[in-house]
């Protein structure tokens, strides 16, 4: 990708255009969110329901004063549904939340 990127500018120099100069710019300044981008696609909607559920979970709540139950709170809403005793053995160990079964 960065071969392709560079042939790209390259093929644009004699141009001159001064848009294209920054579009460069600001395109091999974020080359690693590209590149990790073309190797692991994601869905964006997905990333911006995640947000927009915490900022719920944060304005529901103001005037908490422990970070441990917020977070909790956090985890809560965000994680995989619990469905099961299992899940809910799942939810509490952090081991359990990350592995790949």
């Known amino acids: 990708m960065l071969n392709f990127l560079n042939g790209w500018i390259d093929a644009l120099r004699w141009q001159r255009l001064p848009e294209m100069e920054r579009l460069g710019h600001f395109l091999f300044t974020h080359i690693e969110g590209i590149a990790a981008y073309c190797d692991h696609p994601f869905r964006f909607g997905v990333v911006e329901s995640i947000n927009t559920t915490?900022?719920?979970?944060?304005?529901?709540?103001?005037?908490?004063?422990?970070?441990?139950?917020?977070?909790?709170?956090?985890?809560?809403?965000t994680a995989h549904p619990i469905r099961s005793a299992r899940d809910l053995a799942q939810f509490l160990n952090p081991k359990g939340l990350y592995s790949n079964r």
Do not use: N
Request: glycine letters at 4%; proline letters at 0%; zero cysteines.
């Open 54 to 77: 915490i900022k719920a979970v944060l304005r529901r709540s103001r005037g908490m004063r422990d970070e441990t139950i917020l977070l909790l709170k956090l985890k809560w809403a």
